[in-house]
């Protein structure tokens, strides 16, 4: 299935969110023997997104991550 989505709304959250609503708990990818929905990633990224916004980051704002290559 593929996912449309308007040029302005072409955004990381979204395609989530549009995923999760397409597919659910389908398997996104396994992870050290675990294994994540399309839902799950869309739960978690909108999780670390309200950290950030708790933290004070704003839209338009960078953010920069440093971390090992891991989920």
């Avoid at 996912?3 to 389908?26: K, N, V």
Wanted: hydrophobic share 45%.
């Amino acid at each position: 299935m593929r996912i449309e989505l308007a040029p302005h709304s072409r955004t990381l959250p979204a395609l989530l969110r549009a995923q999760a609503e397409a597919h659910g708990d389908r398997p996104l990818m396994k992870i050290a023997g675990g294994e994540w929905s399309h839902r799950d990633a869309a739960v978690v990224a909108a999780r670390r997104g309200a950290a950030l916004r708790a933290a004070g980051v704003e839209r338009g704002d960078r953010v920069a991550l440093m971390c090992s290559n891991r989920v």
